[in-house]
């Protein structure tokens, strides 16, 4: 049986975490917010930054 690194196994917490609180983005989530800004590329990279800097001031 394959063993994890201390590494391989704290990124898979943090998979876990992430998943648990919904911060991972699926294909489905993708296209979701694709549809809500009209698939235009500038409204959808700025939907992604505004949730980036949410994401970054919050304390997990």
Do not use: F
């Not at 990124?11 to 489905?28: A, V």
């Not at 979701?32 to 994401?55: F, Q, S, T, V, W």
């Amino acid at each position: 049986m394959k063993q994890l690194t201390n590494k391989e196994y704290e990124e898979y917490q943090k998979y876990k975490e992430d998943k648990l609180y919904g911060r991972l983005l699926t294909s489905d989530g993708l296209r979701l917010i694709c549809a809500a800004e009209n698939y235009d590329p500038e409204a959808i990279g700025k939907r992604m930054l505004e949730a980036l800097a949410k994401i970054e001031n919050k304390p997990y």
